[in-house]
């Protein structure tokens, strides 16, 4: 069974930083594309960042671009995203998932497999 259990989510003034972390389980960690999303208050499931199996193709949204970095350590099956410069607009619910279920999630269809790891950017 395909498990994500996402942390290091937590309460940030504007301007601060987190790290966010995805214990991944029941598939080949190595070789799958995998991406976080995000669902802020009252909102539908937004893209944030993604990272191709192969290296080196990192991507990430234009609202994050600059302030956010996804990366991998395959060792441990785990995936992370870097929040630096947060704004208030970042205040929500974030989910790790793998790339292939990104459109019936943005559309959904389905729902993300783990519980997510709550954001808030508040002064």
């Known amino acids: 069974e395909v498990q994500f259990l996402e942390s290091g989510g937590g309460l940030v003034q504007p301007g601060g930083s987190l790290r966010l972390s995805c214990v991944a389980s029941?598939?080949?960690?190595?070789?799958?594309?995998l991406s976080w999303v995000r669902q802020g208050p009252g909102k539908g499931f937004q893209w944030v960042c993604g990272d191709g199996a192969g290296g080196g193709s990192a991507l990430c949204s234009d609202h994050v671009e600059g302030r956010f970095n996804i990366s991998r350590d395959n060792a441990k099956n785990t995936l992370y995203l870097q929040l630096n410069s947060l704004k208030t607009e970042d205040t929500a619910m974030y989910y790790c998932?793998?790339?292939?279920?990104?459109?019936?999630?943005?559309?959904?269809?389905?729902?993300?497999r783990g519980q997510g790891t709550q954001v808030t950017v508040s002064s």
């Open positions: 998932i793998k790339a292939s279920e990104l459109v019936p999630i943005i559309t959904g269809r389905v729902a993300p």
């Open positions: 029941g598939f080949t960690f190595s070789t799958e594309g």
